[in-house]
């Protein structure tokens, strides 16, 4: 994730240390390179993996997440926020809401104050693992507390793994899988409007992409860009973008330069034209992950 001027990794997974709770900073230069990694000050209050974050109003919100693909793991409800300090370090997180059950492998979009949270999984065990089809949406206070959910209709099929990304008042989810083992992925892209009165309009498809899972999205301008994430019978390295035009409408997906290297399980941001991925595995099968980083001039149309 990016916030201002800095780049943050904030828990995981990783061969070495397995989950854990460390959050790491690093300056961005003008040049859009890295300075040195540092840690944080605080780190998470507990390990975590397949949460999601948020930024809203300069403070990180980490919903949900898993500790472990075990028998005896746990999934988190809770919503943890943090302000780094102008020298881009974090000092402490606190909890600021709770999530209407525990979630991971879900996904997190909002617009102005409004979360949406969409699909997941209430635990995450080798023979226990179900994806829902639940749709939650809570209001961020002017405080930053998070208030409490509401549960709005459902989505067309159980998802998990998919990306949720809003522009203007749609919201347009890419993806994922309707079942956790054995995958069952989805080629399908769905939109839904923000009403008037903070719900959503049912989910409806509006296209098609390459179906996979543990994927990355981003949003330039008005464009969505989906990036590589895990195919049937391969790990992707190819990168798409379609535009959003003034009326709402997803145009269709080009392809543009691939990454180096095929990735899932990866993260990507934006900052000054430039679309950046890191971390990930690169092949099935393996615990391997990348300290790589990758970045993509985007000219906006």
Do not use: C
């Given at each position: 994730?990016?916030?201002?001027?800095?780049?943050?990794?904030?828990?995981?997974?990783?061969?070495?240390?397995g989950i854990h709770e460390d959050v790491f900073f690093a300056p961005l230069t003008s040049e859009g390179t890295?300075?040195?990694?540092?840690?944080?000050?605080?780190?998470?209050?507990?390990?975590?993996?397949?949460?999601?974050?948020?930024?809203?109003?300069?403070?990180?919100?980490?919903?949900?997440?898993?500790?472990?693909?075990?028998?005896?793991?746990?999934?988190?409800?809770?919503?943890?926020?943090?302000?780094?300090?102008?020298?881009?370090?974090?000092?402490?997180?606190?909890?600021?809401?709770?999530?209407?059950?525990?979630?991971?492998?879900?996904?997190?979009?909002?617009?102005?104050?409004?979360?949406?949270?969409?699909?997941?999984?209430?635990?995450?065990?080798?023979?226990?693992?179900?994806?829902?089809?639940?749709?939650?949406?809570?209001?961020?206070?002017?405080?930053?507390?998070?208030?409490?959910?509401?549960?709005?209709?459902?989505?067309?099929?159980?998802?998990?793994?998919?990306?949720?990304?809003?522009?203007?008042?749609?919201?347009?989810?890419?993806?994922?899988?309707?079942?956790?083992?054995?995958?069952?992925?989805?080629?399908?892209?769905?939109?839904?409007?923000?009403?008037?009165?903070?719900?959503?309009?049912?989910?409806?498809?509006?296209?098609?992409?390459?179906?996979?899972?543990?994927?990355?999205?981003?949003?330039?301008?008005?464009?969505?860009?989906?990036?590589?994430?895990?195919?049937?019978?391969?790990?992707?390295?190819?990168?798409?973008?379609?535009?959003?035009?003034?009326?709402?409408?997803?145009?269709?997906?080009?392809?543009?330069?691939?990454?180096?290297?095929?990735?899932?399980?990866?993260?990507?941001?934006?900052?000054?034209?430039?679309?950046?991925?890191?971390?990930?595995?690169?092949?099935?099968?393996?615990?391997?992950?990348?300290?790589?980083?990758?970045?993509?001039?985007?000219?906006?149309?």
């Open positions: 994730m990016v916030l201002g001027d800095y780049i943050y990794v904030i828990g995981g997974w990783n061969e070495t240390k890295f300075g040195d990694w540092q840690d944080t000050t605080a780190p998470l209050p507990l390990k975590l993996q397949h949460h999601m974050v948020a930024i809203h109003k300069g403070a990180f919100y980490v919903f949900g997440g898993d500790n472990g693909f075990w028998d005896g793991s746990e999934v988190s409800s809770r919503i943890l926020r943090a302000v780094p300090n102008q020298q881009g370090d974090i000092t402490e997180w606190v909890d600021v809401g709770e999530l209407p059950e525990p979630l991971t492998i879900h996904a997190v979009t909002s617009l102005n104050n409004q979360l949406y949270i969409l699909g997941g999984s209430n635990t995450f065990r080798p023979n226990n693992t179900t994806v829902i089809d639940k749709v939650f949406t809570a209001t961020i206070a002017a405080d930053g507390t998070v208030g409490d959910f509401q549960e709005l209709v459902p989505f067309p099929t159980p998802i998990g793994w998919v990306t949720a990304t809003t522009v203007d008042n749609r919201i347009f989810a890419v993806s994922g899988t309707a079942q956790f083992r054995p995958s069952e992925l989805l080629d399908q892209v769905w939109v839904a409007d923000v009403q008037v009165d903070k719900t959503l309009s049912p989910f409806e498809p509006v296209g098609t992409i390459t179906a996979r899972q543990r994927h990355a999205t981003v949003l330039v301008d008005r464009t969505v860009v989906a990036i590589a994430g895990g195919a049937t019978n391969k790990v992707l390295s190819t990168v798409e973008a379609a535009t959003v035009d003034d009326q709402g409408n997803l145009g269709s997906w080009t392809e543009l330069p691939p990454l180096p290297e095929s990735r899932y399980a990866h993260a990507a941001f934006v900052h000054n034209g430039y679309i950046y991925v890191s971390g990930g595995f690169i092949k099935y099968g393996s615990n391997e992950t990348s300290t790589q980083i990758f970045r993509l001039p985007f000219e906006q149309g």
